[in-house]
């Protein structure tokens, strides 16, 4: 048994959204950020298991193909994905929930692309595309909040990473797990 603690943090207003800079691969077109448009749950389930694999992502693993496609069918769920020179290298996934929350259930990057500025980039664009859902999708209540969390199982520059993006931790909570 281990002791994992989970964050969940927040950002209450666009305004908290602090910006990173953008790469100098975006800038030369070498970097860029694509939404999903055609739901593909075997997409997400790749993405999940890949990006998942070396933090122990488990909530999922037994989704039904049945179950992935209800997820990413549903009204106002976007999955955007960062590319490295037509390359996949991460993704974010946006749920929209009751009273103007969206959670991000979802962010990383595959493990060749980390530590290159690129999931901080990635973080601040798909925040930004989480204020601005309403805009994308007929009759859904302008965002209030978006919120997320995250673990000590994730990467050690996880909750850094959201904290520098503006968001803040509004609860805590330590369990034993196997």
């Known amino acids: 048994m281990n002791a994992v603690t989970t964050w969940s943090l927040e950002q209450t207003s666009a305004a908290d959204l602090i910006s990173v800079r953008v790469p100098e691969a975006a800038t ?30 488990s909530e999922r693993r037994e989704w039904t193909p049945g179950q992935w496609l209800a997820f990413v069918s549903k009204p106002g769920v976007e999955t955007w994905l960062v590319y490295e020179r037509g390359t996949p290298a991460g993704y974010i996934e946006l749920d929209p929930q009751p009273d103007g929350a969206v959670e991000i259930t979802q962010f990383g990057l595959l493990p060749a692309f980390q530590g290159r500025g690129i999931g901080g980039y990635l973080l601040s664009y798909g925040t930004a595309r989480a204020w601005d859902l309403a805009k994308r999708w007929e009759h859904r209540e302008p965002t209030k909040r978006v919120w997320l969390h995250t673990c000590s199982k994730d990467s050690p520059h996880a909750l850094g990473n959201y904290e520098r993006r503006g968001f803040r931790v509004f609860d805590t909570k330590t369990e034993q797990a196997e």
């Open 28 to 57: 030369s077109g070498d970097l860029s950020i694509v939404r999903v448009e055609i739901p593909s749950p075997e997409l997400n389930c790749l993405l999940y298991a890949v990006v998942g694999a070396g933090f122990d992502w």
